[in-house]
């Protein structure tokens, strides 16, 4: 999916992040639902829940399986079976860091050598859409995006996340 992103906009990697993105808010937004339906798990509280349940729970629950999204919701799930840290609180309590050890979705991949991708691209930047969405879905408007990655030779992957505001019980946006 990634390669052939990034062959429709012409190596444009800014441009692939974005799309990436936007696949993930879709994903996010719809995986709400059927994720509260599964689990049992109420709603989280704060900021500070919802961090803890994004680690403990969410990315060891079924994923919307990113390669096959045309297939019957039911054998469209995969276990991303990742377990992040949750860590670099802001004073505010309104941003903080997951940290993963390993990134499955970077498994077995090599950016491409052109001199760019290794600086200008997030492979796995629709987790970041995908935690965007989801969160909306439960009126947290959040900013998220990644710090580090193990793809570009650091020795995690960040993810940062920033709460912008709550909000009120409202529509949620048309899918973009």
């Known amino acids: 999916m990634v390669a052939q992103l ?5 190596y444009n990697y800014s441009e692939v992040n974005k799309q990436l993105d936007k696949m993930g808010y879709n994903i996010g937004m719809r995986l709400v639902e059927d994720f509260f339906a599964k689990s049992g798990i109420q709603r989280c509280g704060n900021l500070k829940e919802t961090a803890e349940t994004i680690s403990k729970v969410c990315l060891l629950a079924p994923i919307t399986c990113l390669l096959l999204m045309d297939l019957p919701h039911s ?7 990742i377990s992040p840290t949750v860590t670099n609180w802001s004073a505010d309590t309104k941003q903080f860091s997951l940290v993963f050890e390993e990134n499955p979705l970077a498994d077995f991949v090599e950016l491409p050598n052109d001199g760019r991708a290794q600086d200008e691209l997030w492979y796995s930047n629709v987790l970041c859409g995908i935690l965007r969405g989801a969160l909306e879905m439960v009126q947290m408007q959040v900013e998220v995006h990644y710090v580090s ?26 899918d973009e």
């Open 6 to 10: 990034c062959s429709d906009f012409d």
């Open 75 to 81: 054998s469209t799930t995969i276990f991303l079976n």
């Open 149 to 174: 990655d193990i793809l570009r030779g650091d020795e995690t992957t960040e993810m940062r996340i920033t709460l912008l505001r709550y909000m009120e019980d409202e529509m949620p946006p048309d």
